[in-house]
């Protein structure tokens, strides 16, 4: 009888926890949707008062063709990493590096300890914009996000480190260089390291900075 009544408790945490995570999401969308109808018609209103509506309708054609291409020519090297990063989650590699890393994933976002959920997110997050699959990232991320919608410190630290993140294979620029016919694609990965690590350090400290400042002073506040 406990174990039914812990069986249906289960279920229903569950599941309130997925229903919670609609409206999230449900207003990420509306989010996107805004921006893009506000940059679609920032071009148009520019067009129409610089007197160039010709060439604004004639680009959005040609781009549209274009840009078919283009993610045809990308497809490969994202549905490769992709690939690798699903296999590895399904071999259970996901779960050993969460394992792995659980003490520091717990100490740089307190909040997801003791939510394995939460965290294999993020390493998934994580793991997919080291190889710089930015696009195969965004499904773990809003999850991650999801699961710690109660913890606003962590979601902003997780928004830095996804900003700022160290890319050790960046593909989708290197498919990208390959595809607009560069000689060597891969001549950026040197410049790339530098950058991305002179970025995430510098992110991660004005953040903790900040962090120190402003939760100080609502601790002041609520004294």
């Known amino acids: 009888m406990e174990l039914k009544k812990s069986g249906h408790t289960l279920k ?7 229903n919670a995570m609609l409206p999230f999401r449900r207003r990420f969308r509306i989010m996107l949707n805004i921006i893009w109808v506000l940059l679609f018609l920032a071009g148009l209103i520019t067009g129409i008062l610089t007197g160039r ?5 004639q680009s959005i054609l040609t781009s549209a063709d274009e840009a078919v291409k283009f993610s045809i020519g990308l497809l490969g090297v994202v549905a490769l990493w992709c690939g690798l990063i699903q296999i590895l989650e399904d071999a259970g590699g996901v779960r050993a590096a969460s394992k792995l890393l659980r003490p520091l994933i717990t100490k740089l976002f307190p909040g997801t300890a003791g939510n394995e959920k939460a965290q294999s997110s993020i390493i998934t997050n994580i793991s997919a914009n080291f190889f710089g699959l930015g696009n195969g990232a965004t499904p ?3 999850e991650a996000v999801g699961e710690m919608k109660n913890n606003r410190k962590d979601i902003c630290l997780f928004l830095v480190i996804n900003a700022a993140g160290i890319q050790l294979i960046p593909s989708t620029v290197i498919a990208m260089r390959s595809e607009l016919g560069a000689s060597n694609p891969a001549d950026i990965l ?9 970025s995430l350090a510098s992110a991660l400290l004005i953040y903790f900075i900040y962090s120190k400042i402003y939760y100080g002073i609502q ?3 609520q004294k």
């Open 53 to 57: 509506i010709n060439e604004v309708a």
């Open 190 to 198: 040197l410049p790339t390291w530098i950058v991305s690590l002179i």
């Open 12 to 18: 229903k945490r569950a599941y309130n926890s997925k």
């Open 219 to 221: 601790s002041a506040k």
């Open 140 to 142: 773990s991320g809003i």
